[in-house]
């Protein structure tokens, strides 16, 4: 703690948007990564396991009821767009399930691209901070007097190296969090396409009174 303290104090101007970026990169990563592991996130395979089973047993309102029950969760807002119009014909079920994909993929894709955009600018201003800091270093030993030569000197250094190392220190952890973020949303996403899929599947089979047959076929 003592040491960033130190490095805030002694790199300089360029020490201020850094802790402006490290400020954004936390607070989204936070929301982020909280809106993904706890809100949107339910366990695919068993809540689909669920929805069949009552799709099965011709029961869509209770299937809708158990998608009420995970409003914030992903894949039960898509699967309930087409349980709601499960007597409709295969194509409306199916436009409406692609619908609720298009409504919820943005929002679970939203504000994470910021991650990687604060990661770059905390690199590139922690650069041109050493920049800064050489070129404060390089007027020392060229115009500074022999008494003050050595302090002007290592205070550009100073100045380079705890801006390149503030800069780090602010991208790198922020570039983890956007993989991990990234990591779980697309496999949110792979769960909501393959269910969304069978969902679609099952209530075209019910329409077409061959439930049993392809609801076997999916099981298996």
Same mark, same amino acid.
């Given at each position: 703690?003592?040491?960033?303290?130190?490095?805030? &104090?002694?790199?300089?101007?360029?020490?201020?948007?850094?802790?402006?970026? !490290?400020?954004?990169?936390?607070?989204?990563?936070?929301?982020? %990564?909280?809106?993904?592991?706890?809100?949107? /996130?339910?366990?695919? #395979?068993?809540?689909?396991? &669920?929805?069949?089973?009552?799709?099965?047993?011709?029961? =869509?309102?209770? !299937?809708?009821?158990?998608?009420? !029950?995970?409003?914030?969760?992903?894949?039960? $807002?898509?699967?309930?767009?087409?349980?709601?119009?499960?007597? $409709?014909?295969? %194509?409306?079920?199916? /436009?409406?399930?692609?619908?609720?994909?298009?409504?919820?993929? *943005?929002?679970?894709?939203?504000?994470?691209?910021?991650?990687?955009?604060?990661?770059?600018?905390?690199?590139? #201003?922690?650069?041109?901070?050493?920049?800064?800091?050489?070129?404060?270093?390089?007027?020392?030993?060229?115009?500074?007097?022999?008494?003050?030569?050595?302090?002007?000197?290592?205070?550009?250094?100073?100045?380079?190296?705890?801006? #390149?190392?503030?800069?780090?220190?602010?991208?790198? *952890?922020?570039? =983890?969090?956007?993989?991990?973020?990234?990591?779980?949303?697309?496999? =949110?996403?792979?769960?909501?396409?393959?269910?969304?899929?069978? #969902?679609?599947?099952?209530?075209?089979? $019910?329409? $077409?009174?061959?439930?049993?047959?392809?609801?076997?076929? &999916?099981?298996?």
């Amino acid at each position: 703690m003592g040491l960033l303290v130190d490095a805030f &104090q002694k790199g300089g101007p360029f020490m201020w948007p850094l802790l402006v970026f !490290a400020v954004f990169s936390l607070a989204i990563g936070a929301e982020r %990564m909280y809106y993904i592991l706890f809100r949107a /996130n339910i366990n695919g #395979t068993a809540f689909f396991a &669920q929805v069949q089973k009552l799709i099965m047993a011709n029961n =869509i309102d209770r !299937a809708i009821k158990l998608c009420n !029950a995970e409003p914030n969760a992903a894949l039960p $807002r898509v699967l309930k767009s087409g349980l709601t119009r499960a007597n $409709r014909g295969e %194509m409306e079920i199916q /436009n409406a399930v692609e619908e609720a994909v298009y409504e919820v993929f *943005p929002q679970l894709d939203k504000r994470t691209p910021y991650l990687n955009k604060l990661a770059n600018l905390a690199t590139l #201003t922690g650069l041109l901070g050493t920049i800064q800091g050489l070129i404060l270093a390089f007027e020392a030993v060229a115009h500074a007097s022999a008494e003050t030569k050595q302090t002007l000197l290592a205070s550009g250094i100073s100045v380079a190296m705890f801006t #390149t190392m503030s800069g780090l220190i602010v991208a790198i *952890p922020t570039i =983890i969090l956007e993989a991990i973020v990234v990591n779980k949303t697309q496999k =949110i996403k792979d769960e909501v396409d393959l269910y969304a899929l069978k #969902t679609v599947n099952l209530l075209g089979a $019910r329409r $077409r009174g061959t439930l049993k047959e392809d609801g076997a076929a &999916q099981n298996g």
